[in-house]
Structures are given as C-alpha cells and as structure tokens.
C-alpha cells in the first residue's frame, strides 16, 4: 500500500464521524439512524484504538505478539491491514490507562453490544433507547477522550465544524427545547411513534385565559389548546387622563393533553400556526 493511500486510526475516525452525522440528525428515520449508529459506533473504536497505537503500537494487537510486529516496528512500518484486538478488549484497555473514563465507558458497551447485534443478527431492537444513547454518549465518550488522554479540545481533533454539529446534536436529545420548532416536531413525532415520553417543560393554562382549539402537530389531537390572553396598551395623556386602551390577543402557550407537546414560546406558536395564526389567535371573544 502505498503511504499516500494509508488512513491512520485518527483519519478513519474524523472520516466516519462526518459521515455519520449526515444520517443523524433529529427526527431522522429508523434506517437513517441505524446507518449513522454502525458508523459513529465504528470511528469511536479507530480513536480509542487510535489512543492506544500512540502509547505504544502493541497495545492494539493480540496479546501474543508475533515477532514480525517488533520487526515491523523497528523499521519505523506501520500496522497495514493487520489484525487487531476487539472493541470490548480496547475500551477496556483504555480504562485501565484512564481510569477516569469508566463512568462513560458504561454507556459505551452497551452501544457496542447493540452494533454488534445489528451487524450479526436479526430481529426486535429497541431503536429509540439506542438512538437516544447514539445521540449523547459517543459525543461525551470522545469529548471526555480528547481531554483526558490526547490534551486537547475535541475541536481541534474533529474540526470545529464536525464538533459544532456533533455536539449540537448531542444538547439537542439532552435538552430538545434548544432545537427549532420545525427540528422539534420532527423529533417528538418520532418519539410519539415510538411510544417515548416527550420531554417537553410542564406548563399550566392559566385561569384567566381564553382558549382556543388547534390540531396538535404531533398526535394529531384536533383538541390541543392555544390559551390566549389580551393585552391591554394604555396611553395617557399629561394631565393624567386615559387616551385611549387597546385590546389584542397573546398566545400564552400550546399545550396538548394527549401526547403532552407543549410550547410557551409565542414566535413559536406562531411559526406552529404559520398562516392560520390571524384566524386563531384574532377570534372573537
């Protein structure tokens, strides 16, 4: 193989997290995701095998190491095409160097045991528990990797851009309310498909206000309530008399008791409403 043609543990593994990230974004499908899981999985073991290969090259082979290594290592070769250890025995290797990892590298077995599950059988998966998992834990395995065994920000291993996605997509499942409405919906929709909880902030209608049906983006509950108050703009004149009040309707928020989506944020409501929100929010009282 010629040198130019050699991807090294670290290339492999900035290659196939960017790839990765193409299938994953939130309110991706089940195949998408899958996809994206099996990549992301495989470019986290190319960087712990990665950490491992620069303390000492032996450390990702068999333990029984074959002459022909030493030779090879002697001449300055690198490992080309050459065997080694699983990603269970790495990550294990790993902790045993770091032991500050071990917290992290619970999670990480678990997506191993499901990527190799994927790769060799069929049948039931729990595809939402291992997105969610796909999603958070790969990002903070490698975040927690750069600084405690390379020194170094994540971005300055990944680039900034592939870091910037990676980790913005990791708040975006730790935290769903920092994504966009449109991001949103497309996420709990498939959270409600796959029969999760929507992690949405709990909010009551209050007692005062109007309310007003509206068909929930993500069940479909044609009961989901915009509750709405009027705001009152009063302008008074110097002598300290009244010159005129104005009355307009406020979305205070969105809220559906069936699947439990619910917004508080009144741009939001009305990017929801988009052309309906004249005939929604300015009804008659």
Not at 61 to 79: A, H, N, Q, T, W
Not at 124 to 134: F, G, H, Q, R, S
Request: hydrophobic residues 40%; negative net charge.
């Amino acid at each position: 193989m010629d040198q130019e043609d050699h991807l090294e543990f670290l290339d492999f593994t900035k290659g196939l997290y960017e790839k990765a990230l193409q299938f994953l974004q939130p309110g991706s499908d089940d195949f998408s995701i899958l996809s994206g899981a099996i990549l992301l999985t495989i470019g986290l073991e190319k960087l712990v095998k990665y950490v491992l290969y620069t303390k000492h090259p032996f450390m990702v082979l068999f333990s029984k190491i074959d002459f022909k290594y030493v030779c090879m290592l002697e001449r300055g070769e690198p490992f080309n095409n050459e065997k080694t250890i699983s990603f269970e025995e790495a990550l294990k290797r790993l902790v045993e160097l770091y032991p500050n990892l071990k917290k992290e590298s619970q999670d990480i077995n678990y997506i191993i045991e499901k990527r190799n599950y994927l790769m060799h059988n069929f049948g039931y998966i729990k595809i939402i528990e291992l997105e969610k998992k796909i999603q958070t834990k790969i990002a903070d395995m490698s975040e927690a990797i750069c600084k405690e065994c390379l020194n170094k920000k994540p971005e300055d291993i990944f680039t900034e851009r592939v870091w910037e996605k990676m980790s913005n997509i990791r708040d975006a499942y730790k935290k769903a309310d920092i994504l966009n409405i449109e991001e949103r919906i497309k996420l709990f929709k498939r959270y409600w498909e796959k029969r999760e909880t929507l992690p949405c902030e709990k909010a009551e209608i209050p007692e005062k206000a109007s309310t007003v049906f509206f068909q929930c983006p993500i069940c479909g509950n044609e009961e989901a309530n915009i509750a709405i108050e009027l705001d009152y703009d009063v302008d008074v004149h110097r002598d300290g008399t009244i010159m005129g009040v104005w009355e307009y309707p406020f979305p205070l928020l969105f809220k559906c008791d069936n699947c439990i989506f619910t917004i508080t944020d009144p741009d939001e409501i009305e990017l929801l409403l988009g052309d309906k929100y004249d005939e929604v929010i300015f009804y008659e009282n």
